[in-house]
DNA sequence: CTGTTAGCGCATTCAT
DNA sequence: ATGAATGCGCTAACAG
């Protein structure tokens, strides 16, 4: 009977050791072996090295649930990305999972497809779980939600995208300046004609890139050209169609921006289909590094929007944060700067 | 006074709304409001839906670590990997924490960089956040860690790597009849001389990738030769050496085997700098897909490990496991089957 | 249908 | 230096 109960518990409820188990085993208080394994020398030298044996030997490890319940300290942090696909996105959740675990934080990871009601869904999880921290790129449609952080005082980081008003740091790219500084190159090298691909009007970094762009080519004095400027969703097929539009046209482009991360591919397949030497027939500049571009013949250079940087930035900045919750310092907002990179897809243009 | 003690604690501690909280402002016991919000439908009508109305205007949300400790669901996977620069890992995390999201968990991510002691500290902190579940590509090195969570009942799922006598399910791919597949691929096109690169002996994907190879080989009765086996760490240098070595052989192979993925970008490299056209000059067969793969020019014929099936695989397992925890079944080892996909790289060899 | 009572595992007063 | 008592926010068993 006694038996047959201990057996069934056995199988079914495999009871986690806790305070009261090991406290028992030694003849103490519970509150005696919490301050023991606490180690703050509030127990008795010789009674905590043998609870700290006990514990060991029982195989004690705390419950971090109840723990977080009394002390209001969760050490989850969540972490919000569109996807992982993209590089820029994995190097971020790589350097950020990595720098908050040796801050003693674990992350939930949360990859919303850029989809408002995913996100909204996963924000709620995040503060059920009373995350001490959240890092994420906004898709702008739940501020309600991100107000209940902030309100909470739960810090929030901002990556990429930027309500205004948004009650929280946000760490940004510097696009135009990125794009301006990407075509101002190519127009030092001596090209005017620059064909470029952007994303839609609706990005951000469609709007912002194209605006660097027509900077530096008024600054130079180059008229925009219509045809020059593809828009487009961001993927490899768009990349390809709108590359051999732009080389096809009566007088195509002598360089070409491949602003449009995704699209890069889809423009290299048509740059090697149509055996285009670069950069001797065409220079090619990318945007956003990845990892095989410097390993292609030639190496592509690129403008590195800096994800890592981003990505420490971020980590940083959410750490102070929690560290100095100074609820009336929020809602800042940092550039990061981009870098040109340069490789071996440029060269000289036809000159002015 | 009061004022100031009001004051002073709605800045400094931002309350989070509780049940009691309802409670007392709809003038019932807690339990009432825990149960209205459950809806099990325990609850007169009216005011149930009294209740859901102030605790929806009160912005309450459940503290999910008080539920957790109670239930003793934490709702929490872990998810260890050695990094997320890798294609197939980077897929298995995001359909990973998809699927489980789904499901209602949330998960934990750790990236180890296949160093035994993070992995020992994450799998600690895993165990104190009392994860329902695990998934991870283990060192090998921890197994006594592991089985803390085995013998709590906590389900584990291996990727990639197996010890003998591991306590939990695996699933590892078929590098063996992956490799020899390919291999066999070549020889079928009419390929001898068919140089290959692989991962170290030590590693498991080295081990075996050869012994795909060589099997293939034998069963077509060409002699193995040592010159034209390649073994390397998984990055792009090895790759680059690796393949001018084989090309600068006196009689060099006439198809590559990049079984070694890092080692891809490498060899493509060299490819490109010595303008070796693909397929008619050499045929070129890589392992583990690479999104850019099919956008190359010729796009690259792959051995495909099949990373998202193996991650739908691992989260639907742990989810059974986690719903039967049958205590009695664990310990089975699933191989997920490689495919070859081919594309444009491969062509004709000179025969037999 | 509802309120009261008991914990979940731990940290932290308050006594001693 | 230690034990007893209290409560974190919630669920669940027990009475009514």
Redesign the interface.
Known sequence: MSDDEIKKNS?RA?H?VTLRDIAESASVSVSTVSRALAGKGLVNRRTESRILRIAEAM?Y??????R??VTRN??LIG?MLH???NASF??T??II??RL?DAGY??????TGDNPQQEAD?L???????VEGLIYVPTGKNMELIR?FT???VPVVGLIRRQIDSPYDSILLDDINGAYEGTRYLLELGHKRIGILVGRPETNSGRERLEGYLKALHEFGVPENPNYICRGPYN?PFGKQACETLLDLKTPPTALFAANHEAS??V??VL??RSISIPDQLSLLCYED???FS???PAISVVDSGPEAMANLAAERLLQRIIRPD?FSGGRELRMGAKLIIRDSCGAGPGF
Chains 1, 2 share one sequence.
């Open positions: 199988i495999p986690f195989g490890r705390p419950n971090a649930l109840a977080s319940l969760s050490g972490l996807n992982l696909l994995q190097r959740a790589e999972q990595t675990a674990q992350l939930l990871l949360c990859i996963f709620s999880m995040l503060f059920d779980h009373r209940r309100d909470s005082g490899a591919f889809g290299m397949r090697s289909e990845e990892p095989w390993w292609q013949k609820a």
